[in-house]
């Protein structure tokens, strides 16, 4: 997807995954900026840990308290300091890091294209409070639904997330745990890391909550393409879609940070595709 849109833009740079243990996170993070890196995306389990390992924390990381895209700046011999992705010429004199966040807009850009759901209004069941969890927790309450829902196998983690909103959002309803087994709701949203493998369970306890109660389901997970989850809720007659929607936007989002141009959507689309198809 990146390398796509790299290539249509013309830029002499490369997209590469490497595998990172936490404990060498920061290490990482230095190393990339020895080696004048444009910039790097974070994934699970790296958000919540890169907000203190970063030199300056960018509107949104602050906002919703995660960093999935790191840009190296540098500075001129001005004083001023310029992306890397963008450096006009000239002697770099330091580098830093600075944070962003481009998963908030993307899940509700995702939500709205993929299952034609409207955050503001709606009742939400989320799954999951990490870093994921938190931002999508977050960027919710800040949309205006009415009623929220947060479950997380360390109640205390959600319970931290509900007291956020809370003191930030006094007008939604947030509980800990699941809403009552005879209640609808319009969404219920996984982003627990269940479903990456194809033998995970579903990450919804159906004795709590029954999976045919929800009008929508959404599956952070994109590979496998129908998780345990959205097998369910197909079968219940839910409208259902997976975390393609929110991977595109939050890497366009991400590839115009570092570029300071204007993606090709479009293009990015059509390569992610081709990948978790196999073509």
Excluded at 79 to 105: H, K, M, S, Y
Excluded at 149 to 168: F, G, M
Excluded at 174 to 203: C, E, F, R, W, Y
């Amino acid at each position: 997807m990146q390398n796509a849109g790299i290539a249509e833009m013309g830029l002499d740079w490369r997209y590469i995954a490497f595998e990172t243990r936490p404990d060498d996170l920061a290490a990482a993070i230095e190393g990339a900026r020895a080696m004048r890196y444009i910039g790097l995306n974070l994934t699970v389990p790296h958000k919540l840990l890169a907000v203190d390992l970063v030199d300056e924390l960018d509107e949104s990381a602050r906002t919703w308290g995660a960093v999935n895209t790191v840009m190296f700046e540098g500075r001129d011999e001005a004083g001023e300091w310029r992306p890397l992705g963008q450096w006009p010429g000239g002697e770099i004199q330091e580098v830093r890091t600075r944070g962003f966040n481009t998963d908030a807009d993307a899940i509700t850009r995702s939500l709205r294209e993929d299952l034609e759901c409207e955050p503001k209004g709606a009742s939400v069941l989320l799954l999951g409070a990490g870093g994921a969890g938190r931002v999508a927790a977050l960027k919710l309450a800040a949309e205006g639904v009415a009623r929220l829902w947060l479950v997380n196998r360390t109640e205390s983690k959600a319970a931290q997330i509900a007291d956020e909103i809370r003191a930030a959002h006094p007008t939604v309803e947030v509980n800990v745990g699941h809403p009552s087994p005879d209640m609808q709701v319009d969404l219920i949203l996984n982003a627990t890391s269940l479903g990456l493998k194809p033998t995970d369970p579903s990450p919804l306890d159906e004795a709590q909550f029954p999976i045919g109660n929800a009008r929508a389901v959404y599956d952070m997970v994109y590979r496998p393409e129908k998780t345990a989850l959205l097998q369910a809720a197909q079968s219940a007659d839910c409208r259902i879609a997976d975390g393609t929607g929110m991977l595109l936007w939050q890497g366009v989002k991400a590839l115009e940070i570092w570029s300071g141009k204007t993606a090709p959507a479009e293009t990015m689309r059509a390569a992610l595709e081709r990948h978790l198809r196999n073509d």
